[in-house]
DNA sequence: CGCAGTTTTGATTCATCTCAATTTGTGTGG
DNA sequence: CCACACAAATTGAGATGAATCAAAACTGCG
């Protein structure tokens, strides 16, 4: 639960520049890829703005170009659409550019639980290296962009770049350690303290990105956020209420400004009753 | 939640070799460390039982030797004592050889939380490489035994040795995938199910590694079993003897048999109500 | 053999879920 | 641009599963 502290401002100003063309889609899945051409290489990993979020720090100019090549396709996901599903071969992680997801597990029954939520600069796709099969679906809460790392490649690039090995093996760690901190949560925590600390993580992130760390817009449902702290998403809801009750925070659907932070720091660690 | 299926027979049938040396301990830590001598090379990698559970396949002769050469040492861990500790610089990862551990994360307000429970042929540790610091405390349950992987040698084998690269990228997205699992348990279950998806698991564990699948002896407390499910000792204790009434399980203490998985199985997929 | 720690079981309380009704917001097509 | 339909969010009242508090029984360790 501790944000890489760095942040950077980010932004898809080169938007226009990229040229959304069709792919084939010989496999039904109509999404967007964005072929190797001289302007979307311009955008790649040397020039991204997200580059101190998603990039191990130091690479020489030849090894950046390496990862440019690496990072050949893009892909564009709209709002709702699946980056993958669980079952689908394994054979990229996605680094976002752009957007925000979530990640969901579904059990035979139909219930279902938000295993995360990831935005620019964080790292899809890491479940699907254990068992060559993705386990979890991917589905974008807005229309999004992604870096598509082919993974044999970012193998073959870890054994020749250090860095970048140590580096792609602190970002699977990472996503260890979140993994507890939300077990921590889901274990432990009340309604309030989850949701506490589920907006604290959020600020953090946003921060770490260079959005304001008091002032956010939910990309996602009362119910997913339900579903991802193990609430029901009436439970959410009244959450928020009482926050705004106390003046935590201000809520307009969709729209959270933390008023003051303290409480829900309190919260944490001094948890009533 | 799914088990690597390919079990095999797993005993510790060299523990008399190993002789028993006490560290100087600066540390005021006092564990053992077992240096590289002739006998504890015999039994390392290339000789071990584990290898299955714990090796990529298929490595060259050579291969194995080098491996053999990086996991230099050995730790014995008596029941309770720590393995690593959350803040402590994180060098290393750990391959059980024996015996049976919990991980498990201190909040600052005392609660805590039961990540994970690990038995031979596991790996811990981890969640230490993203900060290089340890971020939870691994503990024996039962006296162990470890082979210590020096961190920086791993990755230096890794780059050499593509084999080992990629099944260490599948062990620790297991990892990832694991922690999925165990969300999904927290965040979607009653406990009942909770109880039986745990034990479920266990039973496909012990199996994997040859001990019987209906019959264990559970090496933590009710108390911890409570933590891991996000549980009260008492609920779980409830749990048990509601299994047992329905005649799913035989309860005696610690030591569990299972009379009829297809219940357990069952509460998982058509949970009541 | 006795004591501390663990487990079981019971009675009660409480937080969250469930069910239900209402309000608010969003996207679409006339 | 507005109206409509549908999705999302809020709020209330009541049901319920697990927590809490408490006491007794068991276990195994020294």
Request: aromatic share 6%.
């Amino acid at each position: 639960m501790r944000a890489s502290g760095e942040g950077q401002r980010c932004r898809n100003e080169d938007e226009g520049v990229l040229t959304q063309i069709k792919s084939p889609s010989d496999q039904g899945q109509n999404q967007n890829v964005i072929p190797l051409t001289i302007t979307s290489l311009k955008a790649a990993c040397s020039q991204c703005n997200l580059r101190e979020l998603c990039l191990p720090f130091g690479l020489s100019e030849a090894e950046i170009l390496k990862l440019d090549h690496m990072v050949a396709s893009r892909r564009r996901i709209k709002r709702g659409q699946h980056l993958y599903r669980a079952g689908e071969p394994f054979e990229a992680i996605y680094a976002i550019k752009t957007g925000f997801f979530k990640t969901d597990v579904l059990l035979e029954d139909g219930r279902d639980q938000v295993t995360g939520f990831q935005m620019a600069g964080e790292i899809l796709g890491m479940d699907g290296i254990s068992t060559e099969n993705h386990t979890c679906n991917a589905v974008a809460l807005e229309d999004s962009e992604v870096c598509v790392i082919p993974f044999a490649q970012l193998e073959v690039l870890s054994r020749e770049i250090e860095a970048l090995q140590h580096h792609f093996h602190k970002v699977m760690s990472r996503e260890i350690v979140r993994d507890h901190g939300v077990m921590m949560l889901l274990g432990t925590m009340r309604a309030e303290e989850r949701l506490a600390a589920f907006l604290l993580n959020l600020s953090q992130r946003s921060t770490a990105r260079g959005y304001s760390p008091q002032e956010f817009h939910l990309r996602m449902t009362r119910e997913e956020i339900g579903s991802y702290l193990g609430l029901k998403l009436e439970t959410v809801s009244r959450a928020f209420s009482r926050f705004q009750e106390e003046g935590f925070i201000s809520v307009q659907q969709k729209h959270i400004r933390i008023l003051d932070i303290g409480p829900l720091k309190q919260l944490l660690t001094h948890p009533p009753a």
